[in-house]
């Protein structure tokens, strides 16, 4: 059955909930990606598949192994319990699973192995791993995805139509969003603020710009 559903979620391709890694990328990297998921609502990284969806698998599953569990243990602050299994989809394939949950207590830094005191959140964003802005942090949810996405018919239609837009077009700023959900830019900034208060949004700054992406998945109808 797991086999199933890996090879469903490579098909799909990488996501919100989903990240290809050909081999072992830096540990920096790695701690970004691992933080970026578990501040978000948990997700899979496959060790040993192209960013297209071609199934490669790793030299060493073990080596490979012991470097996902540093990284859990000394790059994750607090550290994270990722679950590791090994898949092989074809013959002499071996490709490292490594299902990371969503934190109970948030936000979990990604620490850089090169200097521990350089740490910093990150928020998964369609396929990017992004670090989380000050307002965010200072604001980010203590509930799980799953009671946020229960409050979801509490939102009024504007902001239920802007979650829409963020989930179809992910990292916009809160004029581009006023634009395309045709109400005034106060309006959807007060919006935005409640959405980042209650979970549902993290922002993100790009250039000295706002944006917007959605903080967890568009739950499916």
Known sequence: MESKRWHKLVRSGESIQ????????????????FSAFSNSAGGTVFIGVRDNGDLCGVDSIESTQELVDQV?????????????KVWEPLRNVRILVVEIPEAE????????PNNPK??????RSDKE?????????????????????????DLDRHAQLMLTKLNET????????????????????KILVRLEQNGWVHS????KRREYSLAIPWPKR
Request: hydrophobic share 35%.
């Open 118 to 123: 350089d740490a910093w959140p990150f928020f």
């Open 105 to 112: 207590v948030k936000p979990v830094y990604a620490v850089n």
């Open 72 to 84: 859990a243990t000394f790059n994750c602050q607090p550290a994270i319990e990722p679950e590791c």
């Open 129 to 153: 791993n992004l670090p989380l802005d000050r307002k965010s942090l200072k604001t980010m949810s203590k509930t799980t995805s799953v009671e946020v996405e229960v409050n979801l018919k």
């Open 18 to 33: 989903v990240e290809f890694k050909q081999q072992i990328p830096k540990l920096e990297r790695l701690a970004r990606s």
């Open 170 to 189: 992910p990292r916009q700023t809160c004029a581009q969003l006023a634009k395309s959900c045709n109400i005034g830019t106060h309006r959807a900034k």
């Open 204 to 207: 993100f700054f790009n250039e």
